[in-house]
């Protein structure tokens, strides 16, 4: 963690959230009663079954969505809608296809008013920190998932966010691919000193990366459990205290013995 106690950057509390919605005219209720402090430079990741509403409670943080009842504050002030503060990853990175790789990441700079050889030297910057520096005149069409994926992140942290909210951002990549992209997280994460907040379905990125673990639950009435990753970084997979805390985990979704597969039907 890189807290910051003097100026809180990036401290998000989270106070009594609740979110229902309507299904067949009968409230759904999604969130109820979530109490949350994120700590600045801290690494979240949310984790819980499919429907629980791990995107919802990520859209609420982007200001996409709007809560029924209780607060969101960011260092300490209640969160009005987006804000510049904030960026959001999702598990496409939507980039524009008439734009090259360096004109997308560029692209939100070029939205907020920065002045053009401001904004590409920028844009470049951020290119270089997710390895793409060969590919800058490339079209989106010309990538491969995992490289596109970058394009997403490199766009999301040139406007220079304080909070990185993330909603399974390698979803949809290969195996090989993930594992790649889990460790370069890792290290933007330190060398940026962002607060991450991350939506996974993938309970060992969810170990690889966070400092603490939210598990969301999808019964009425359970409430959400909240656990720490006390492991060193950076994290080995293979470490014994690894394969413990992944079992602990998923023993928290009543998986005790591993299951056949990666893919534990989250
Ligand atoms: N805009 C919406 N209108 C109605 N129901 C919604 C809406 N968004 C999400 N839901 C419902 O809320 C629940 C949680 O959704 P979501 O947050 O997407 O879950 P998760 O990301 O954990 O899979 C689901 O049952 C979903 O159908
Ligand atoms: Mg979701």
């Known amino acids: ?6 100026t809180r950057r990036g401290e998000v509390t989270i106070r009594d959230l609740s979110k229902s919605f309507a ?6 209720p999604v969130l109820r009663n979530l109490q949350l402090k994120i700590a600045s430079g801290e690494s979240l990741a949310i984790v819980g079954p499919s429907g629980c509403g791990k995107t919802t409670l990520l859209r609420i943080l982007a200001g996409l969505e709007q809560p029924d009842a209780g607060q969101v504050l960011i260092d300490c002030l209640p969160m009005r809608g987006m ?6 990853i999702f598990q496409e990175p939507r980039l524009l296809p008439w734009l090259t790789v360096l004109g997308n990441v560029a692209f939100g700079l070029d939205v907020q008013g920065t002045p053009p050889a401001e904004a590409k030297a920028r844009a470049r910057h951020y290119i270089r920190l997710v ?5 800058e005149t490339a079209f989106p069409r010309q990538l491969s998932g995992g490289m596109a994926q970058r394009v997403g992140i490199a766009r999301a942290l040139t406007v220079q966010p ?9 979803g949809a990549l290969d195996a090989m691919t993930k594992l790649i992209m889990q460790e370069e997280l890792s290290r933007i994460w330190r060398e940026e000193q962002v607060t991450m907040v991350l939506v996974t379905h993938d309970l060992e990125e969810a170990i690889y990366l966070a400092d603490r673990v939210l598990v969301l639950p999808k019964e009425k009435g359970a409430v959400a459990r909240l656990i720490e990753v006390n492991l060193p970084r950076p994290r080995e997979r293979s470490d014994n205290d690894f394969v413990a805390m992944r079992r602990r985990l998923m023993a928290e979704f009543g998986l005790s013995r591993p299951v056949m597969g990666s893919n534990v039907g989250l």
């Not at 299904?23 to 759904?28: D, E, K, R, T, V």
């Not at 390895?131 to 590919?135: H, Q, T």
């Not at 304080?162 to 390698?170: A, K, S």
């Open 131 to 135: 390895g793409l520096a060969d590919f």
């Open 23 to 28: 299904l067949n005219g009968q409230p759904l």
């Open 1 to 6: 963690m890189h807290a910051d106690h003097t």
């Open 83 to 88: 804000g510049a503060e904030r960026a959001i």
């Open 162 to 170: 304080e909070i990185l909210l993330l909603d399974e951002p390698l």
